[in-house]
């Protein structure tokens, strides 16, 4: 099957830093989700995006399907903004294994 | 997006026991799945919730273990039959309203299996 590839696996941030997580997959890939999961457990879909770029607020993504590779960038980062950060692929959802950020003030 | 309401939200249980997982959103919606998350990991797709029809599950996962319903477009149940600790995680399902659409996850039900 498809396999999903994140890195970096650990990230800390002071405050107002920016970061880039990156995902990689292993096939082309029709749908492509990026969640975070907060510490209390809830999975928030940010973005779907299997191609081209796409931003909400702080946060943007950019998926190069051809190259089997998506980024999601972080600007101006927040305490909030800590958690697991994963990427998905596939309309059944193929996870990685996640992103720990981790965010000090 | 759909309001996704999964309870119960947390349980702790006894190893032999089967705990029923119930999934309702406030609208109806095509796509329907539930997730494992195992403590510090990833999450897994258990199976496909099949409105009217018997679930899709894939590799590792069978029906005895964790028989799923779903009896209409807005409700889904999965029930973890036969506790043993290993079985101890995070549930969560998920819906979506179609083919290349976001999927969107319910808290959560968080199970402890002693």
């Known amino acids: 099957g498809i396999q999903v590839e994140q890195s970096p696996p650990d990230l800390i941030l002071q405050e107002g830093a920016n970061s880039t997580l990156r995902c990689n997959f292993s096939?082309?890939?029709?749908?492509l989700q990026w969640f975070h999961q907060n510490p209390w457990g809830q999975l928030i879909n940010l973005f779907y995006i299997p191609s081209g770029t796409k931003q909400n607020g702080r946060l943007s993504a950019t998926t190069v399907a051809t190259e089997r590779y998506s980024l999601l960038y972080i600007s101006s980062s927040q305490t909030t903004d800590s958690g697991v950060y994963f990427c998905a692929v596939e309309n059944k959802l193929v996870f990685g294994a996640g992103t720990i950020l981790r965010v000090k003030s | 997006s759909a309001v996704i309401s999964q309870k119960p939200s947390r349980d702790i249980c006894q190893r032999g026991t089967s705990l029923t997982i119930q999934c309702q959103v406030d609208s109806q919606v095509t796509m329907m799945f539930w997730y494992r998350q195992q403590p510090g990991q990833s999450l897994t797709l258990i199976a496909t919730?099949?409105?009217?029809?018997?679930?899709?599950?894939e590799s590792g996962f069978v029906i005895d273990k964790f028989p799923i319903s779903r009896p209409n477009l807005t409700f889904s149940t999965l029930t973890v039959s036969n506790m043993s600790p290993e079985d101890s995680s995070i549930y969560l399902c998920?819906?979506?309203?179609?083919?290349?659409?976001?999927?969107?996850f319910g808290n959560g039900t968080r199970l402890t299996v002693t």
């Open positions: 096939d082309s890939v029709n749908n």
């Open positions: 998920s819906v979506g309203a179609g083919t290349n659409s976001p999927l969107h």
């Open positions: 919730a099949n409105q009217g029809s018997e679930a899709t599950y």
